[in-house]
């Protein structure tokens, strides 16, 4: 099983330590086209126009700021520099040792900046959303596609894929649709269902969480991640084709 997150928008600088190291990341053959994203995200970040062309207001300033510094920024694990509604619900602090290493071993997070990395990859905070073109980089989902399909062809072979992320970061890698279920959220008051949006990150962080946590084999199909879904919640699965991949709907009531 591996579980796609997206990064959280807002993130927790380490406040010491050693820079990253290239070397140690995860699939470290996206390296070179990682020095290009962040060789041009500190140009921009250091343009008078950086937060416009970054798309940020001005309280994200020292984020946009620490960009243009991030070869020598402290650099901690990606489950601690990235925080915010989905990171807090799956709760990494609060696992025991063994969950934790579960976690290290299932967890990929579509990044912007690095392509794709592990849980427990040391990366530096930063401020980049994949839907930011940069200069001679371009559009960065469509930057990281062919890299990310050569990448993760191996990692992701014969794993199911529980989809987590938003579709700004699933842009950038599509795993084999059978072999794949991307996850929503609805409520349903009165019986009318209506989209969740800001507390699905919520409830797909607490969907990670119980993956990791429950006892029992990790589910290694559409129909044993429904199953495992419904212990906590009320849960449909719909069936993808053969370019679509499935759906598991997670249905909230109010």
């Known amino acids: 099983m591996l579980i796609l997150l997206p990064p959280s928008e807002g993130k927790t600088p ?8 290239w070397e140690s990341l995860s699939f470290p053959e996206l390296n070179p086209y990682r020095a290009k994203v962040l060789e041009s995200l500190g140009t921009v970040s ?30 901690a694990p990606a489950h601690q520099v990235y925080s915010g509604v989905l990171y807090d619900a799956l709760g990494y602090n609060s696992m025991t040792p063994a969950q934790r290493r579960k976690a290290t071993e299932s ?44 990448a993760l062809a191996r990692r992701s072979e014969g794993e199911l894929h529980v989809d987590c992320r938003s579709s700004t970061y699933a842009a950038a890698w599509a795993p084999p649709a059978a072999q794949t279920v991307t996850i929503n959220v609805f409520n349903e008051a009165n019986g009318k269902r209506t989209v969740v949006s800001h507390f699905a990150k919520h409830t797909r962080g607490e969907l990670a969480r119980h993956l990791l946590t429950r006892r029992g084999k990790a ?8 199953k495992a879904a419904s212990e906590m919640w009320t849960a449909e699965l719909v069936a993808g084709t053969a370019r679509k991949p499935h759906a598991l709907n997670i249905i909230l009531s109010s």
Do not use: C
Request: hydrophobic share 45%; aromatic share 6%; charged share 20%.
């Open 14 to 21: 380490a406040i010491h330590g050693p820079a990253v190291d």
């Open 46 to 75: 250091a343009h008078e126009d950086a937060l416009a062309l970054l798309g940020v207001g001005a309280s994200l300033k020292d984020d946009v700021e620490r960009n243009t510094r991030l070869h020598a920024e402290p650099a």
């Open 107 to 150: 967890v990929l997070v579509v990044s912007a900046l690095w392509g794709a990395i592990g849980f427990g990859d040391h990366v530096p905070a930063y401020r980049l959303s994949m839907g930011t073109a940069l200069p001679d980089v371009g559009r960065l989902a469509t930057y990281w596609k062919p890299q990310l399909n050569a």
């Open 219 to 226: 589910p290694a199909s559409p129909e044993q991640l429904l």
